[in-house]
T-cell receptor, first 111, second 114 residues
Framework: GQQLNQSPQSMFIQEGEDVSMNCTSS?????WLWYKQDPGEGPVLLIA???AGELTSNGRLTAQFGITRKDSFLNISASIPSDVGIYFC???????????WGAGTKLIIKP | DGGITQSPKYLFRKEGQNVTLSCEQN?????MYWYRQDPGQGLRLIYY???????QKGDIAEGYSVSREKKESFPLTVTSAQKNPTAFYLC?????????????FGDGTRLSIL
């Protein structure tokens, strides 16, 4: 079945650093979605990608839809404390309206 | 403002008790979903509904039940058959007509066992 593999599982960064994370699949996806979840809250959509090769920015966040359609990348530039949280990738299954979710990348700011 | 409202924020269940989690949306979305999230894990689909009076099981439906009597509402009941109900429960909705539309989430209900 379709699965999404997110890496890294967690990241410890210094404030001001750039961050990169990715999501890969053994199957082709036509859409990639990136969400962020703060503790005790629901995930919030950050960026949606609909076309292979597409590069989309949302403030300091940039996401890319891989050309093979089997991967996607999320970059955060000049990280700030409020960037901490869990970042999820997701994509729709072929046959219905369900989403497949990655396990998440937890971003932690080093004190 | 349009959005998804989940209530209560925190819920406690006694042994052998059924509890119901509320989810209401005013986004006029056709599809609604319930997910379970355990610490350090991703989201697992419990049930979803694409239209009023119809719903389908997700990956972990055992011990849960839902209803969809109104487009705006999709309550989830955690039954006594669910032996490990402690988790964070998230409700989501999306436009149905296009399969790649993102899901939008409520702020969740945290369920614990007394």
């Amino acid at each position: 079945g379709q699965q999404l593999n997110q890496s890294p599982q967690s990241m410890f960064i210094q404030e001001g650093e750039d961050v990169s994370m990715n999501c890969t699949s053994s199957s082709i996806f036509n859409t990639w979605l990136w969400y962020k979840q703060d503790p005790g809250e629901g995930p919030v959509l950050l960026i949606a990608l609909y076309k292979a090769g597409e590069l989309t920015s949302n403030g300091r966040l940039t996401a890319q839809f891989g050309i093979t359609r089997k991967d996607s990348f999320l970059n955060i530039s000049a990280s700030i404390p409020s960037d901490v949280g869990i970042y999820f990738c997701a994509g729709p299954m072929d046959s219905n309206y369900q989403l497949i979710w990655g396990a998440g990348t937890k971003l932690i700011i080093k004190p | 403002d349009g959005g998804i409202t989940q209530s209560p924020k925190y819920l406690f269940r006694k042994e052998g008790q059924n509890v119901t989690l509320s989810c209401e949306q005013n986004l006029n979305h056709d599809a609604m979903y319930w997910y379970r999230q355990d610490p350090g894990q991703g989201l697992r689909l419990i049930y979803y509904s694409q239209i009023v009076n119809d719903f389908q099981k997700g990956d972990i439906a055992e011990g849960y039940s839902v209803s969809r009597e109104k487009k705006e509402s999709f309550p989830l009941t955690v039954t006594s058959a669910q032996k490990n109900p402690t988790a964070f429960y998230l409700c989501a909705s999306s436009i149905l007509q296009v399969s790649n539309q993102p899901q939008h989430f409520g702020d969740g209900t945290r369920l614990s066992i007394l």
